[in-house]
T-cell receptor, first 116, second 114 residues
Framework: AQTVTQSQPEMSVQEAETVTLSCTYD???????LFWYKQPPSRQMILVIR??????QNATENRFSVNFQKAAKSFSLKISDSQLGDTAMYFC?????????????FGTGTRLKVLA | DAGVIQSPRHEVTEMGQEVTLRCKPI?????LFWYRQTMMRGLELLIY????????DSGMPEDRFSAKMPNASFSTLKIQPSEPRDSAVYFC????????????FGPGTRLTVL
């Protein structure tokens, strides 16, 4: 069975500092997609960043970047220059690239608090 | 372009009543997903549709839950009869239905069953 594990239920970081959220997954698939979603207190789920497993280069979106280690099945999210608006629940998600399979498997989330 | 639209945003009802949640996906998207989020169980996929056809409803909790997608621009999730344990936030998401198939979420409906 495919699983996604986020081992850090809660984290905090000082404003302007860098924080890394961890995510590991288990799959026998060779091609898949990984996502990080942010859910602020407004509860809207927002896509932060995406990584294709066939790409070796780590994805980057402004202050957000990932460290994708395919062999280790690890997909961590790094937030640089943390801002108060980054306070949110962060979910890691996995989707196999199998044709016709569009389901995500979500982790349980990490609650991040950015401190002023 | 408008995102995924859900209505109502909040619903308070009494146990035993029928509840209908509505979703309008992003225009052009052909996959639609219904999720339920609770503190205890996290984010659960209830059902998803592709081209208006239910593909996987294995997450639907029981027969009290039903979902329909009569056309590409509208879906409903119905609970009849509702129970207090159904209290949760229900999200609808849509996607293009092709790789990488990013899902775009609606704002959610917070359901409270008294």
């Amino acid at each position: 069975a495919q699983t996604v594990t986020q081992s850090q239920p809660e984290m905090s970081v000082q404003e302007a500092e860098t924080v890394t959220l961890s995510c590991t997954y288990d799959t026998s698939e060779s091609n898949y997609y990984l996502f990080w979603y942010k859910q602020p207190p407004s509860r809207q789920m927002i896509l932060v960043i995406r990584q294709e497993a066939y790409k070796q280069q780590n994805a980057t979106e402004n202050r957000f970047s990932v460290n994708f280690q395919k062999a280790a099945k690890s997909f961590s999210l790094k937030i640089s220059d943390s801002q108060l608006g980054d306070t949110a629940m962060y979910f890691c998600a996995f989707r196999p690239a199998t044709s016709g399979t569009y389901k995500y498997i979500f982790g349980t989330g990490t609650r991040l608090k950015v401190l002023a | 372009d408008a995102g995924v639209i859900q209505s109502p945003r909040h619903e308070v009802t009494e146990m035993g009543q029928e509840v209908t949640l509505r979703c309008k996906p992003i225009s052009g998207h052909n996959s639609l997903f219904w999720y339920r989020q609770t503190m205890m169980r996290g984010l659960e996929l209830l059902i998803y549709f592709n081209n208006n056809v239910p593909i996987d409803d294995s997450g639907m909790p029981e027969d009290r839950f039903s979902a329909k997608m009569p056309n590409a621009s509208f879906s409903t999730l119905k609970i009849q009869p509702s129970e207090p344990r159904d209290s949760a936030v229900y999200f609808c998401a849509s996607s293009l239905g092709r790789d990488p198939n990013e899902q775009f979420f609606g704002p959610g409906t917070r359901l409270t069953v008294l």
